[in-house]
Nanobody
């Protein structure tokens, strides 16, 4: 059972990246997915979360309108499209899965069942 986050990299401010979170060993069909990030010297924070069927999502205020979360359950993958990136978006980004059908606004505070390893996103000014 594994979650794999990928797609990070170095990008200039204003650029875009798309992160992927792929599960192996289990199906994401019944799992809500959260995206989190942790910058050096800072606590981990929730960025976005999406319901198991992709019908609802929540975003951190500072990324709403710039980031978009989506999923393709047939590919067992969740995506985080990040546009208009800013230097303050620089962090290690993680995805996490929780077996839950209904998404709630407190999704950033849930105890997630599985965590992926992080992928580094660096935005240069």
């Amino acid at each position: 059972v594994q979650l794999q986050a990928s797609g990070g990299g170095l990008v200039q401010a204003g650029g875009s990246l798309r992160l992927s979170c792929t599960a192996s060993g289990f199906s994401l069909d019944y799992y809500a997915i959260g995206w989190f990030r942790q910058a050096p010297g800072k606590e981990r924070e929730g960025v976005s979360c999406i319901s198991s069927n992709g019908g609802s999502a929540y975003y951190k205020d500072s990324v709403r309108g710039r980031f978009a979360v989506s999923r393709d359950n047939a590919k067992n993958t969740v995506y985080l499209q990040m546009n208009t990136l800013k230097p303050e978006d620089t962090a290690v980004y993680y995805c996490a899965a929780k077996e839950k059908l209904v998404l709630r606004s407190d999704c950033f505070r849930w105890q997630y069942d599985y965590w992926g390893q992080g992928t580094q996103v660096t935005v240069s000014s």
